[in-house]
């Protein structure tokens, strides 16, 4: 059983480009979460997402962050025009149902850096 | 927002003593649950707790929900190099508006001397 899989694990960008961080729920998973951890710090909260739904971006920047989850592929995070401030460890979880319980797993988490 | 004041930052502690940290909010939690991060990984779930009162254990672990759902406390007893690294409370707010949602506390760093 493959777990969450995240990907880049590693990720460098310039102030000015975009990053796109991927989320690859576990099979039969169909909600999916994003958290952002800052260096030395617990995880926030960004985004919760059902395919094709955003359920709760209370958590999400208004400008320049973005999320999908489409029918098709994995859950998209896009940041635009990244700033030294953005960068931080990038989590997401899944599970079966809308609840953060025994059922729900965290990726590896991408590393996003910026120069 | 939220927030929840884990204790203590950080333990040094020598291999085969007990370890207790704890989490406390001004709010009411739905769930509290407890996890370990190594570095460089993801947070891995130890305990979840989903009602006021309850004493759950894993292995060496004991987590309990507290009463007036304010509160959590997490023991590991009989402490081994392995147990080493960040531990974090967690929970969803009564009222919020998802149970996708989690709170976490600033982390708890555990360094166990052999």
């Known amino acids: 059983n493959a777990g969450v899989m995240q990907n880049p694990r590693h990720l460098v960008r310039r102030r000015g480009q975009e990053a796109r961080l991927r989320c690859s729920p576990m099979?039969?998973?169909?909600?999916v979460y994003w958290y952002r951890q800052l260096p030395e710090e617990g995880l926030k909260f960004m985004v919760y997402?059902?395919?094709?739904?955003?359920?709760?971006e209370s958590g999400m920047p208004k400008e320049r962050f973005s999320a999908e989850f489409p029918k098709e592929g994995p859950s998209i995070l896009r940041i635009q025009q990244v700033v030294r401030g953005d960068s931080a460890a990038y989590f997401c979880?899944?599970?079966?149902?809308?609840?953060?319980?025994?059922?729900?797993?965290f990726g590896q988490g991408t590393r996003l850096t910026v120069v | 927002g939220q927030q929840l004041n884990q204790s203590p930052q950080s333990m040094f502690i020598q291999e085969g003593e007990d370890v207790s940290m704890n989490c406390t909010s001004s709010?009411?939690?739905?769930?509290w649950l407890w996890y370990k991060q190594d570095p460089g990984e993801g947070p891995v779930l130890l305990i979840a707790?989903?009602?006021?009162?309850e004493l759950t254990s894993n292995g060496r672990l004991t987590a309990q929900f507290g009463i007036t759902r304010k509160d959590s406390f997490l023991n590991i007893s009989a402490s081994i190099p392995s147990d080493v690294g960040i531990y974090f409370c967690?929970?969803?707010?009564?009222?919020?508006?998802?149970?996708?949602?989690?709170?976490f506390g600033q982390g708890t760093i555990l360094t166990v001397h052999p």
């Open positions: 979880a899944s599970s079966p149902q809308g609840i953060m319980n025994t059922e729900a797993f």
């Open positions: 099979k039969g998973h169909s909600h």
């Open positions: 967690a929970g969803t707010v009564a009222g919020g508006t998802s149970y996708g949602k989690l709170t």
């Open positions: 709010s009411i939690f739905n769930t």
């Open positions: 997402l059902q395919k094709e739904n955003i359920i709760d």
């Open positions: 707790l989903y009602k006021a009162g």
